[in-house]
């Protein structure tokens, strides 16, 4: 994976070649982009890339090929210790022709339920860290030598195009875990907090693991969880993973609303 910025940061963004500028834009400034089978590099960069997976693209994905967690995590994705953070992140993993498992012939074979970072390209944006001041997210455009879309004709301000691309209610689903992943990557890790880690890990992405831990172990006469979530979370991956981030909250940092019974 290429360093910049913005994954220093751990805002994720996929590049497929190792020529690109990361070009500042205002929020009402507009870029010219778009991407369809009419280009001629339609395909060239899902290939030999970084696509780092969010939660909700997990529980997306996984539900669209009608698979459990565990199968997805190893039929489909590899877990990296991204540098500099020591943190275990899932990315997609390449075919044997380093394309992505989803390429198809005729484009994204998951382009409905396609990861979050397939959808922002080519937006991406820096935030400040918890060391920095802070302020207002700074967004860029990544432009690829290899990427012609930049010279078609539509037009968009990147708010315009993230509301096109459907990302904005992924965006703030997935958000109080990036909050977490931006805190954990502030720690400076130790073995004996790998046990945290595999829990990360489990309520993160294998959500059907996180599913049985809740409800097949003692953990609800442990913890004082109300009946309403409880029903909530039985069958809803979404909102169980909500409630994921916030068990994570607790265990990582013993904060939030869960709590142990009196
Ligand atoms: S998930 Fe789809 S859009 Fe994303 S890299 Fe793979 S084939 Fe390309
Ligand atoms: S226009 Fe850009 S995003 Fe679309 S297929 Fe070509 S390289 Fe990929």
Redesign the pocket.
């Known amino acids: 994976m290429k360093e910049t910025k913005s994954q220093s940061d751990l805002q994720q963004i996929r590049t497929?070649s190792d020529r690109f500028r990361l070009k500042p834009i205002a929020p009402d400034e507009k870029f010219s982009f778009s991407?369809h089978p009419g280009?001629s590099?339609?395909?060239?960069?899902c290939k030999q890339i970084d696509v780092l997976l969010t939660p909700f693209d997990v529980v997306r994905i996984k539900r669209k090929l009608d698979i459990r967690s565990d199968q997805f995590l190893a039929r489909y994705s590899v877990l990296q210790n991204f540098k500099d953070t020591d943190l275990p992140l899932l990315k997609l993993k390449m075919g044997d022709d380093e394309s992505c498992v989803f390429l198809g012939e005729k484009g994204c074979t998951i382009y409905e339920n396609r990861p979050v970072v397939c959808r922002n390209?080519?937006t991406g944006v820096a935030t400040k860290s918890s060391t920095e001041e802070a302020g207002e997210n700074s967004y860029f455009i990544i432009e690829?030598d290899?990427?012609?879309?930049h010279f078609e004709k539509e037009t968009w301000t990147v708010s315009e195009y993230k509301k096109n691309q459907g990302v904005i209610e992924l965006d703030e689903q997935n958000q109080p875990w990036l909050e977490i992943v931006a805190r954990l990557k502030s720690l400076a890790l130790k073995d004996d907090q790998d046990q945290k880690m595999n829990v990360f890990i489990m309520t993160s992405y294998d959500i059907d693991a996180f599913r049985s831990f809740v409800f097949n172990s003692t953990f609800l006469t442990r913890f004082d969880i109300n009946n309403d979530t409880v029903e909530r979370i039985k069958s809803d991956d979404e909102e169980l993973l909500k409630f994921g981030f916030e068990w994570l909250k607790f265990i990582l940092f013993n904060e939030g609303p869960i709590r142990p019974r009196e």
Do not use: Q, R, S, T
């Open positions: 497929a991407c280009v590099c339609f395909n060239d960069c390209y080519p690829e290899m990427c012609k879309g």
